[in-house]
């Protein structure tokens, strides 16, 4: 990485405000080892291939073989029967390596895909591709939409490789739920802990049968959120006696034991008494069947999770905490079970079994024996779903971590509101592109107001403090070369607009989310406000004094942050001492190339605008 300034982040108000550039450090080597990877396991499965193709043949020539044999038998020739075993081994081996070199290398495609997807965020090509996570948007949020949090291309898409729903659920709520410091620094170390585990990450991509499997948050809550189906034990009793004598007569029927003339009278009032059960429950249960037929996966997911978490050992304290919550309960044991019943509810539907299944009412008593599961454990199987939400979402950001080397994890500080890095840089922008600038806003510099020519570079600038810090309280590492910061709640006005559904103007949802942010700072936490175009739907003079009527609310809170403008009357509030703000610019160095950015904030007032000079770059005439 080239570095050429550093930045004592304890100077005044008016601070060296340099500029780095990003070149690709070490993540070069993350993606050679993912490709590396991905090389030898191709590799493995080519064998594989190989191997099934020539176990097929010989499987088929073994049953080639074994029909002839078979053949010769069925025409008289009783010595061949002793040849048939030797046929028949050899099929029955073929067809058992088979298998297994399948499943290996069924395993072998999902390492391979795991670490192609790292392949493509390691090549900025992940945009569109993963999850939006916009299915956990939250209505009037106060910076979801303006720091692109969620959404195709979003800090949400770049985060999230989540094995299950509700892990992304969980990631989702560190991107967007306000944090105490504490919380965010057990999050950190967590993530620290886990960031070299590519080993743990690759076990966790293989976890459930297929693919497609996950852990689905929807499903889960609507089923615990049911009732539980009281029904009195000896009711349970009843249908499992009179079904286990249903079963034992049918099979003396077919085995012409007794005959059937003389079962029926035996067999119809156990028949009745499934059947007036049944019916009694029959609402209930049909719903609950409903349910468990797409929690299958889910749970075999969550199991699986929940075992492998249980034989790791960890050092952070947050880790410790959810192995313990699961080793302690035996949770992957327990869950076991569940899923045993809910894999005979599957097997149910099969087409030959489901008429078996009525008639024992096999799908009643499934019912009750998952009822009766969910009785004695849904509160910790509530606990081993949120630790295993955790500890995925702790995972994903220690991913991010581990394929962003040139981030670093900012020291969190207590105390008065303070964001403070050297060379920060929007953490979406591709890693040839990013312009790292100096930030220092604390007790001595409570805000920026930062002029400057269109498409200059200052939206930019303002998601890139905001986004970092929404990672530094999730528990990552931001992408400065240096970082120290409180945990804020964030508050950004950078992309309202116009609402004709709600009959907003943009300057009344502008004013709203002002109040909004000022509110915030009577909460007791630090406050990160970041504002674009602050009031820009009113005429100058009036938007500079409500303008500085905000800002000075917002900075009397103890909030610190950034405004962006084009209006040169609105660089009066930052020379008001009593609200500690600095004028900062963002302009192009050369007059004829109006678009010719380097992107770097500087100190003072814009002291050049550019829109006349690109109007006449468009080839329109100005008098």
Same mark, same amino acid.
């Given at each position: 990485?080239?570095?050429?300034?550093?930045?004592?982040?304890?100077?005044?108000?008016?601070?060296?405000?340099?500029?780095?550039?990003?070149?690709?450090?070490?993540?070069?080597?993350?993606?050679?080892?993912?490709?590396?990877?991905?090389?030898?396991?191709?590799?493995?499965?080519?064998?594989?291939?190989?191997?099934?193709?020539?176990? #097929?043949?010989?499987?088929?020539?073994?049953?080639?073989?074994?029909?002839?044999?078979? &053949?010769?038998?069925?025409?008289?020739?009783?010595?061949?029967?002793?040849?048939?075993?030797?046929?028949?081994?050899?099929?029955?081996?073929?067809?058992?390596?088979?298998?297994?070199?399948?499943?290996?290398?069924?395993?072998?495609?999902?390492?391979?895909?795991?670490?192609?997807?790292?392949?493509?965020?390691?090549?900025?090509?992940?945009?569109?591709? %993963?999850?939006?996570?916009?299915?956990?948007?939250?209505?009037?949020?106060?910076?979801?939409?303006? #720091?692109?949090?969620?959404?195709?291309?979003?800090?949400?898409?770049?985060?999230?490789?989540?094995?299950?729903?509700?892990?992304?659920?969980?990631?989702?709520?560190?991107?967007?739920?306000?944090?105490?410091?504490?919380?965010?620094?057990?999050?950190?170390?967590?993530?620290?802990?886990?960031?070299?585990?590519?080993?743990?990450?690759?076990?966790?991509?293989?976890?459930?049968?297929?693919?497609?499997?996950?852990?689905? %948050?929807?499903?889960?809550?609507?089923?615990?959120?049911?009732?539980?189906?009281?029904?009195?034990?000896?009711?349970?009793?009843?249908?499992?006696?009179?079904?286990?004598?249903?079963?034992?007569?049918?099979?003396?029927?077919?085995?012409?034991?007794?005959?059937?003339?003389?079962?029926?009278?035996?067999?119809?009032?156990?028949?009745?008494?499934?059947?007036?059960?049944?019916?009694?429950? &029959?609402?209930?249960?049909?719903?609950?069947?409903? &349910?468990?037929?797409?929690?299958?996966?889910?749970?075999?997911?969550?199991?699986?999770?929940?075992?492998?978490?249980?034989?790791?050992?960890?050092?952070?304290?947050?880790?410790?905490?959810?192995?313990?919550?699961?080793?302690?309960?035996?949770?992957?044991?327990?869950?076991?079970?569940?899923?045993?019943?809910?894999?005979?509810?599957?097997?149910?539907?099969?087409?030959?079994?489901?008429?078996?299944?009525?008639?024992?009412?096999?799908?009643?008593?499934?019912?009750?024996?998952?009822?009766?599961?969910?009785?004695?454990?849904?509160?910790?199987?509530?606990?081993?779903?949120?630790?295993?939400?955790?500890?995925?979402?702790?995972?994903?950001?220690?991913?991010?971590?581990?394929?962003?080397?040139?981030?670093?994890?900012?020291?969190?500080?207590?105390?008065?509101?303070?964001?403070?890095?050297?060379?920060?840089?929007?953490?979406?922008?591709?890693?040839?592109?990013?312009?790292?600038?100096?930030?220092?806003?604390?007790?001595?510099?409570?805000?920026?107001?930062?002029?400057?020519?269109?498409?200059?570079?200052?939206?930019?600038?303002?998601?890139?403090?905001?986004?970092?810090?929404?990672?530094?309280?999730?528990?990552?590492?931001?992408?400065?070369?240096?970082?120290?910061?409180?945990?804020?709640?964030?508050?950004?006005?950078?992309?309202?607009?116009?609402?004709?559904?709600?009959?907003?103007?943009?300057?009344?949802?502008?004013?709203?989310?002002?109040?909004?942010? @000022?509110?915030?700072?009577?909460?007791?936490?630090?406050?990160?406000?970041? @504002?674009?175009?602050?009031?820009? %739907?009113?005429?100058?003079?009036?938007?500079?004094?409500?303008?500085?009527?905000?800002?000075?609310?917002?900075?009397?809170?103890?909030?610190?942050?950034?405004?962006?403008?084009?209006?040169?009357?609105?660089?009066?509030?930052?020379?008001?001492?009593?609200?500690?703000?600095?004028?900062?610019?963002?302009?192009?160095?050369?007059?004829?190339?109006?678009?010719?950015?380097?992107?770097?904030?500087?100190?003072?007032?814009?002291?050049?605008?550019?829109?006349?000079?690109?109007?006449?770059? &468009?080839?329109?005439?100005?008098?």
């Amino acid at each position: 990485m080239a570095l050429t300034v550093s930045l004592d982040l304890s100077q005044g108000r008016e601070g060296a405000f340099m500029s780095i550039s990003f070149a690709p450090a070490q993540a070069g080597a993350v993606l050679d080892m993912y490709e590396a990877q991905v090389k030898s396991l191709q590799g493995q499965i080519s064998v594989l291939q190989t191997r099934q193709s020539r176990t #097929l043949a010989a499987g088929v020539v073994g049953v080639v073989l074994l029909a002839a044999l078979l &053949m010769a038998a069925l025409e008289g020739q009783r010595f061949i029967l002793v040849a048939l075993a030797a046929p028949l081994i050899g099929t029955a081996w073929a067809l058992r390596s088979f298998l297994r070199d399948r499943r290996v290398s069924t395993q072998l495609a999902h390492r391979e895909s795991f670490y192609e997807r790292g392949i493509e965020r390691m090549r900025e090509s992940w945009r569109g591709k %993963g999850s939006t996570g916009l299915e956990f948007a939250r209505d009037n949020h106060l910076y979801q939409a303006d #720091l692109d949090i969620l959404g195709e291309g979003s800090l949400f898409e770049s985060i999230c490789t989540t094995r299950s729903e509700v892990g992304a659920e969980r990631l989702a709520s560190y991107l967007l739920d306000p944090t105490a410091l504490e919380e965010a620094r057990a999050r950190q170390e967590a993530v620290k802990e886990l960031r070299d585990a590519t080993a743990l990450r690759e076990q966790i991509a293989l976890l459930g049968k297929y693919q497609f499997q996950n852990c689905d %948050g929807k499903h889960l809550r609507e089923w615990l959120s049911l009732p539980i189906l009281k029904v009195h034990s000896g009711v349970s009793i009843l249908l499992a006696v009179s079904s286990a004598i249903s079963l034992m007569l049918g099979v003396c029927g077919f085995a012409t034991l007794f005959a059937w003339a003389r079962i029926a009278p035996v067999s119809i009032p156990f028949l009745v008494v499934q059947a007036v059960i049944g019916l009694a429950l &029959m609402r209930p249960v049909r719903l609950r069947l409903k &349910m468990l037929l797409a929690l299958g996966g889910d749970v075999v997911v969550l199991r699986q999770g929940a075992g492998l978490i249980e034989r790791q050992q960890f050092h952070s304290a947050r880790l410790r905490q959810l192995v313990e919550r699961l080793r302690l309960q035996d949770a992957a044991a327990t869950i076991r079970a569940l899923e045993r019943l809910l894999a005979a509810v599957e097997r149910r539907e099969d087409f030959i079994l489901y008429a078996f299944g009525l008639w024992l009412a096999v799908g009643t008593q499934l019912v009750l024996a998952v009822e009766r599961w969910r009785a004695a454990h849904q509160r910790d199987f509530e606990d081993w779903v949120d630790a295993w939400a955790e500890f995925e979402a702790l995972n994903a950001l220690a991913c991010y971590a581990f394929e962003h080397p040139d981030h670093v994890f900012p020291e969190l500080l207590d105390g008065s509101a303070r964001f403070e890095a050297e060379g920060l840089c929007h953490p979406l922008l591709p890693r040839d592109r990013g312009v790292g600038n100096d930030v220092a806003l604390n007790d001595l510099t409570a805000f920026y107001v930062i002029s400057g020519s269109n498409m200059a570079g200052k939206s930019t600038f303002l998601r890139a403090i905001g986004l970092n810090a929404i990672l530094a309280s999730a528990g990552a590492p931001v992408r400065a070369v240096r970082a120290r910061m409180t945990v804020f709640n964030v508050c950004a006005s950078i992309c309202i607009a116009d609402s004709l559904v709600e009959g907003k103007s943009r300057f009344l949802a502008e004013v709203e989310r002002l109040r909004e942010s @000022i509110r915030a700072t009577e909460g007791g936490r630090p406050v990160l406000f970041l @504002i674009d175009e602050i009031l820009g %739907g009113t005429n100058s003079r009036d938007r500079r004094i409500a303008a500085e009527s905000a800002i000075g609310a917002l900075v009397a809170g103890g909030a610190v942050g950034a405004l962006s403008t084009h209006d040169l009357a609105l660089i009066e509030i930052a020379e008001n001492p009593r609200l500690r703000g600095v004028n900062l610019h963002m302009q192009s160095e050369d007059s004829e190339l109006p678009l010719a950015f380097d992107y770097r904030v500087k100190p003072g007032i814009l002291l050049q605008t550019n829109a006349l000079a690109i109007v006449r770059m &468009m080839g329109i005439r100005i008098d």
